[in-house]
Structure formats: structure tokens, C-alpha cells
């Protein structure tokens, strides 16, 4: 009989470690599985990603590459067209006509949580006694002028931004200024129609930028006692300028 009991205890305890190891084992085979289960979805999620990668950087050196061929494009036409005209000129006895454009370095904002005055690095041939036509991406962008000896840039929503415009087909006159809202156009003559969705473009007349820049659209009207007032939706908005263009010469 005490035979007997010893046989079961020996049973049951080597159950019970059986069961026990039983439980070890299949939690390590458990967290062997997740482990394996988790390297191999990050490593797919890798492969993916670099493949993913690999195809946007070549989708974007191809996007890049169209661009610059539309943009040595634009250069050879407007090349031609500049060589054209400057016959012409040249053959009415005129002057030869070549704006042309300096590239500039936003440096820093002027003021602390004003983001309409920056500084820009200076440029050859800089004149404090001028006011530059400041460009961004082929559209107007603000203007330049001197503070302290140094080139300081007002941009284009900013009120001490002015400079001359025409707006739509018929060349309407204005003057723009900025504004928060976009820019205004102010002083159009009273028997003038501007529309809404007109485009401006600067004129040139003020010697600040050559003529045919594109500055934005008429959105709204406002006819005042001696002249008309027009709001402009700019086609540029900037506020942390890398580099930008001065316009340093207008004809």
C-alpha cells in the first residue's frame, strides 16, 4: 500500500513538472514567435520603405529633370525674343532692353514676430539711395530698400510695400500697396472698370520693377468719392524666404 502511494506522488510531481515545463516552454515558444513574427513585418516594412524611397527619389529627379527642360525651354525663347527685340530697337535707334535680376538671401527677420521685413544679403552694385523690385518665383514679391547700410526687404503684404501696377487688358492704372488682407491697388480713376479677377502685373513706371510682372488677382471693388480701391489676392505668400530676386535694372 505505502508502495502504491509513493508511486502515485512520483506520478503526480512529475506531472506536475511536466506541466509546469510544459507552460515555460510555451511561453518562450510564444515570445519566439512574436519576436520572429515582428522582425519580419519590420523588415518587410523596411524593404517597403526603402523601395518607396528609391521610387519618389526617382519620381522627383524625373519631375525635376521636365522642369529644367521647360526651363532651358523658356530660356531659349526668351532668349530668341530678347535678341529679336533688341533688333528691332537697335534698328529704331533705341535702347537695347535688359532688365535684370540679382539672386538674394533672406538673412533674418527684422523684427521678432513680424514676418513681413527680413533682412537679405547684400549684392553687387547695391545703391541705399534706391528702391529695388524684390521677385519670387518669376512674381512679385515686395521691394528693397536701405535701413541702416543695409538691404532690408519689405514683402509684399507689408504697407510700406509700394510700388505702380496696371490691372487687366485694358492696363488700368494703380498703385499697390501692402495690406494683411493681400495687397490694394488704390488711386484708379473713376471712369475705369476693373473686374474681379482681373490680373495685375506691375507697370514698370516707377522705375521699381520692369513691366509684366504678375502680382495676383482682383477680388473685391471699393468706389470711393475721387478714385477707386481694389483687392488683391497676391500669387505669392511667403513667410520664411530662402532666396528671392532683386530687380537691378528695369529696362
Known amino acids: 500500500m505505502k508502495s502504491k502511494i509513493v508511486l502515485f506522488l512520483l506520478i503526480a510531481l512529475l506531472a506536475s513538472v ?16 512574436n519576436y520572429v ?17 528609391h ?35 537697335k534698328d529704331k535707334n533705341s535702347s537695347v532692353y535688359a532688365p535684370a535680376v540679382k539672386l538674394v538671401k533672406g538673412l533674418s527677420y527684422a523684427h521678432i514676430g513680424d514676418y513681413n521685413k527680413i533682412w537679405i544679403s547684400e ?16 512674381k512679385s514679391a515686395g521691394i528693397v530698400v536701405d535701413k541702416d547700410g543695409k538691404p532690408l526687404a519689405y514683402l509684399q503684404n507689408d504697407p510700406r510695400s509700394i510700388f505702380a501696377v496696371y490691372i487687366g487688358k485694358d492696363k488700368i492704372p494703380g498703385v499697390a500697396h501692402g495690406n494683411q488682407n493681400g495687397v490694394m491697388v488704390k488711386f484708379i480713376p473713376q ?20 513691366s509684366g510682372i504678375p502680382v495676383g488677382k482682383v477680388t473685391k471693388i471699393f468706389k470711393e468719392s475721387s478714385y477707386q480701391s ?20 528695369e529696362k
Open 55 to 89: 521610387f519618389r527619389q526617382a519620381d522627383e529627379i524625373q519631375n525635376l529633370r521636365e522642369q529644367n527642360a521647360e526651363l532651358e525651354k523658356s530660356a531659349m525663347l526668351l532668349s530668341t525674343f530678347a535678341s529679336e527685340l533688341n533688333q528691332i530697337l
Open 123 to 138: 549684392f553687387k552694385d547695391y545703391d541705399a539711395s534706391k528702391i529695388y523690385g524684390l521677385m519670387y518665383q518669376g
Open 230 to 249: 481694389v483687392l488683391v489676392e497676391p500669387y505669392v505668400h511667403i513667410n520664411i524666404p530662402s532666396y528671392l530676386y532683386v530687380v537691378t535694372k
Open 191 to 210: 471712369w475705369l472698370s476693373p473686374k474681379e479677377g482681373d490680373e495685375v502685373f506691375t507697370s514698370g513706371l516707377d522705375k521699381i520693377f520692369f
Open 37 to 53: 513574427v515582428n522582425f519580419y513585418d519590420n523588415s518587410i516594412k523596411s524593404i517597403k520603405d526603402g523601395i518607396n524611397e
Open 18 to 33: 511536466s506541466i509546469y515545463k510544459g507552460e515555460i516552454l510555451s511561453n518562450i515558444s510564444l515570445r519566439l514567435s
